[in-house]
């Protein structure tokens, strides 16, 4: 049975039943379902139709009647009949012009919609967990097309070295390595991938792990979801920073009931009294997510002190540690652990590509050997094409070369938006930062920035409200997190002198 046998015995029946009562006869409602599945793509220019004979067994109806109705849509110019081959879908269709009388045919036999919804399922009642409700980090679709991106977490394409990358890809399609990354690894990594992480990306952080201690996930948010799966139940009492990563705060909240909002100074973490109870705590100390303050080696080696003696695990996310302006990193948390309480999450993507998702955690074994059961019922393994052009990358030293790249351009944008702000936008305060790709900004307890960023978009300014960070349900509305990454140096002054434009305006009283 050829394909296109095949595909009218699985399509059609069902697309015709959906045109049932569009016309008053089986031939219109026929003519009605082809040209609807014309219009929609279901079948392209040149494609040929399934034969009469077929197209009548697909839907019980008699050939005489399929004949009629595909004869009447040749004589409009629909199909064409190509002679000892068939009928094909008129090649004049490709643009999506498909004639003055086919959009009156269509205004006049309107296609059928969805297929009426059963009424023998509640799904609102089935559903244990709502997702889609959660407030989340939301990013325009068009923020590419915008002259002021100050957007976080973007690619900027101007400054990826491609050329290695490429060289990279090309190296995993040889036969041999495509040999070694095409079968299913079951639940492996890419053995090259890991080596890479255990000699040079985690002593680089002064952490020291074996091999079975580490899994590649895909991106940091990945390796929350799993941490969260296994280590919290309904009443594990869980502290995050506040504000603090809304995609790990909604993971912990998809499992817990009791997810605490920990403070944050301009150290960090704030070790106070909510640490009490803690079974589990999540900090992203080398840039605290959104606010990018450090927190200090003291504040480090008491939060591991305070989870000894209060029995808790900490789960380190190293947000952005390699962006570090001051050329003086403080070594991450997990390389003071000595007791193995601390959980690492590291990610690729923020510095390789964000498109590509790819991270990794470092636990101890008995924890890991878990996490790669869980991901193997998700998703098996992550793309290991990805994971061994990322080995090379790392390997032939375009990573570490790479990062010294962004960390001039960065130090150099983030020095330029500090100054423009100040210049153009004295209201809005910056955070104090050493590093990271954004500014962490607060405006007067007056102005809500959720409606200055709308105002700004406009402009094509576009900038990110800052409520979403925060837990709770009255959330403060006076910060901002401006993204340097993504926007060219010179177009920051610009977007700088509209942001304190719209500010002044919000000010002004009407």
């Known amino acids: 049975m050829t394909r296109s046998a095949r595909t009218s015995e699985l399509m059609w029946p069902r697309l015709f039943k959906r045109f049932d009562g569009s016309a008053s006869t089986l031939q219109g409602q026929l003519r009605d379902m082809l040209v609807h599945a014309v219009m929609e793509g279901f079948i392209s220019p040149g494609q040929a139709l399934p034969s009469s004979r077929l197209l009548a067994q697909a839907l019980g109806l008699s050939r005489t009647t399929v004949t009629l109705a595909l004869q009447a849509l040749v004589d409009k110019g629909l199909f064409v009949a190509r002679a000892r081959s068939g009928l094909y879908v008129s090649e004049q269709l490709q643009s999506t012009y ?12 309107p296609a059928a919609g969805p297929a009426p919804a059963t009424t023998g399922v509640r799904w609102d009642e089935r559903l244990k967990l709502r997702p889609s409700t959660q407030r989340n980090i939301e990013k325009p679709r068009d923020w590419q097309q915008q002259p002021y991106p100050f957007i976080y977490g973007q690619f900027d394409a101007s400054l990826f070295p491609s050329t290695d990358w490429r060289e990279c890809v090309l190296e995993s399609l040889q036969g041999r390595r495509l040999r070694r990354w095409a079968p299913d690894h079951i639940d492996r990594d890419d053995d090259s991938l890991v080596e890479q992480i255990h000699r040079r990306l985690l002593p680089a952080r002064g952490i020291w792990a074996e091999p079975e201690q580490i899994l590649v ?34 993971n912990f909240l998809l499992r817990s009931r009791h997810v605490r909002a920990l403070r944050v100074d301009e150290q960090g973490l704030v070790l106070g009294t909510a640490l009490t109870g803690c079974r589990v705590v999540y900090v992203t100390p080398s840039h605290q997510c959104p606010t990018t303050v450090t927190m200090s080696l003291q504040r480090r080696q008491d939060l591991l002190a305070r989870a000894e003696r209060d029995d808790f695990v900490v789960i380190e996310d190293d947000h952005e540690s390699e962006l570090n302006f001051s050329g003086q990193p403080t070594p991450a948390l997990k390389s003071l652990d000595s007791q193995e309480r601390v959980i690492y999450i590291g990610s690729l993507s923020k510095t390789m590509a964000h498109g590509l998702r790819l991270g990794y955690v470092v636990a101890p074994v008995v924890l890991t050997r878990e996490l790669r059961a869980l ?21 032939h030293g ?30 809005l305060v910056p955070a104090a930062a050493h590093g990271g790709s954004a500014l962490w900004v607060s405006a007067d307890k007056g102005v809500d920035t959720r409606a200055l960023a709308a105002r700004l978009y406009r402009q094509g300014v576009v900038v990110e409200p800052g409520d979403v960070f925060f837990g709770g349900a009255r959330p403060p509305r006076q910060h901002l997190r401006i993204g340097y990454s993504s926007i060219a140096l010179e177009r920051i002054e610009g977007g700088a002198c509209l942001i304190g434009q719209e500010l002044a305006a919000m000010r002004m009283p009407a």
Do not use: C, K
């Not at 498909?98 to 036999?109: K, P, T």
């Not at 996930?217 to 809304?246: H, K, M, R, S």
């Not at 375009?398 to 004295?426: C, K, S, W």
């Open 98 to 109: 498909l004639g003055a009388r086919w959009r009156a045919h269509a205004a006049a036999h």
């Open 398 to 427: 375009h990573q570490e070369a790479f990062v010294r790249r962004l960390n001039i351009a960065y130090r150099e944008r983030a020095q330029a938006l500090r100054t423009a702000l100040a210049q153009h936008a004295p209201g």
């Open 217 to 250: 996930t895909a991106g940091a948010q990945q390796a929350t979801f799993l941490l969260a799966t296994l280590l919290l139940g309904p009443t594990t009492v869980v502290g995050i920073e506040n504000p603090g990563y809304p995609d790990a705060r909604n």
């Open 375 to 395: 991901r193997r019922l998700v998703m098996r393994h992550v793309a290991t094409n990805n994971q061994q052009a990322a080995a090379s990358f790392i390997g």
